[in-house]
């Protein structure tokens, strides 16, 4: 399976009662695996998860600690840009170069990579003090 074709069908599980907005993500790892989230709502609305979120999750329980390729889709009328917190998770653990697309149910696709996303980004080198 293609990882937009996984992205595409996962969403379809999304929890948005409150939004309306059912996003899914797929992330590929460079063993090939692939690991799919969802946006999970809450009625404390804060509480709510991003799908991006969701497919990170799923890769580190599943022991897996780099990202090869992302696809994020949301039924919007533009490619939904993950948000700022999405943007810092990805950068955890994927390199600046990784390929981001985002695309709506309607066919459009845009690829951005993770430096795009996050100019300036916030790294481990900043923790380096010794
Ligand atoms: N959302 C995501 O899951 N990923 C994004 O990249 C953008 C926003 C979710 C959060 C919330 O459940 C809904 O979309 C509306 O913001």
């Known amino acids: 399976m293609t990882l ?27 063993s090939g695996d692939i690991f799919c989230g969802v946006n999970v709502e809450n009625v404390a609305y804060p509480e ?9 999750a799923a890769m580190v329980a599943a022991g897996q600690t780099e990202i ?7 039924d919007s009328p533009d490619p939904v840009p993950p948000c700022g917190g999405c943007r810092q998770k990805l950068a955890e653990f994927a390199q600046g170069s ?24 916030f790294g481990k080198g900043h923790m380096d003090l010794g």
Do not use: W
């Open 4 to 30: 937009a074709q996984a992205a595409k069908n996962i969403r379809k599980n999304a929890y948005a009662p409150y939004s309306g907005f059912q996003v899914g993500a797929a992330i590929r790892t460079p």
């Open 48 to 56: 709510g998860t991003c799908a991006e979120a969701g497919a990170i």
């Open 98 to 121: 990784v390929q981001v697309t985002m695309a709506t149910t309607g066919g459009q696709e845009k690829t951005v990579t993770v430096a795009d996303l996050l100019p300036g980004a």
């Open 68 to 74: 090869a390729q992302v696809y994020v889709i949301a």
